[in-house]
């Protein structure tokens, strides 16, 4: 069965101290990995889209990676305006989308 | 301005009523979805609809029922037989190309009093 796995649950970080987020998945054929940011009471905001191993993509303090059983994003560092909620998911081959249930992001001035 | 727009931002509903949430795009978007989303745990799959006048099943669609009469729009209703419906709704949008990521609306927070 198709699925994505998010960890830690929540981080708690000091204003500068990088860090890393991960999402481990099942799919039975990667279409694209997405990792989105929530803030709280709102709708999801798109990041970043990884179609194939080995390729990499940065905005800013985020840098997202894609290995064939895994993503990481990591976040170089950040500010308290980074606190948020990240979310991974999945796309298969059947165009269907999987979503894990994010990593809680708390950045602390 | 485009984007995805969805109403009301709250809603508050008794037992027994039907509700009827708003989700409307003006991104071009062939595809739209509906999700539902609960504290610790990921976004699950009401329904979704690829194209006009055609809609299909998610993995919790029991107790919901949605239309898709014009591309722009794409409205939930949520039944009295949904047993548990306090949750935030997102509404998603995606483009036709079977790569690209989906967007997604600011969400209604649905409370059953």
């Known amino acids: 069965e198709d699925q994505v796995t998010q960890s830690p649950e929540a981080l708690r970080l000091q204003e500068g101290e990088s860090s890393s987020l991960n999402c481990s998945y099942t799919v039975s054929g990667l279409r694209g990995l997405f990792w989105y940011r929530q803030d709280p009471g709102k709708g999801p905001e798109f990041l970043f889209t990884l179609y194939s191993a080995g390729e990499e993509k940065e905005k800013e303090r985020l840098k997202a990676t894609l290995t064939k059983k895994e993503s990481f994003l990591h976040i170089t560092a950040p500010k308290p305006e980074d606190s948020a909620t990240y979310l991974c998911a999945v796309q298969n081959t059947g165009n269907q989308f999987y979503f894990g249930t994010g990593t809680s992001l708390t950045v602390i001035p | ?113």
């Open chain 2, 1 to 113: 301005d485009g984007g995805i727009t969805q109403s009301p931002k709250y809603l508050f509903r008794k037992e027994g009523q039907n509700v009827t949430l708003s989700c409307e795009q003006n991104l071009n978007h062939d595809a739209m979805y509906w999700y539902r989303q609960d504290p610790g745990q990921g976004l699950r799959l009401i329904y979704y609809s690829q194209i006009v006048n055609d809609f299909q099943k998610g993995d919790i669609a029991e107790g919901y029922s949605v239309s898709r009469e014009k591309k722009e729009s794409f409205p939930l209703t949520v039944t009295s037989a949904q047993k548990n419906p306090t949750a935030f709704y997102l509404c998603a949008t995606k483009d036709r190309s079977s790569y690209n990521e989906q967007f997604f609306g600011p969400g209604t927070r649905l409370t059953v009093l």
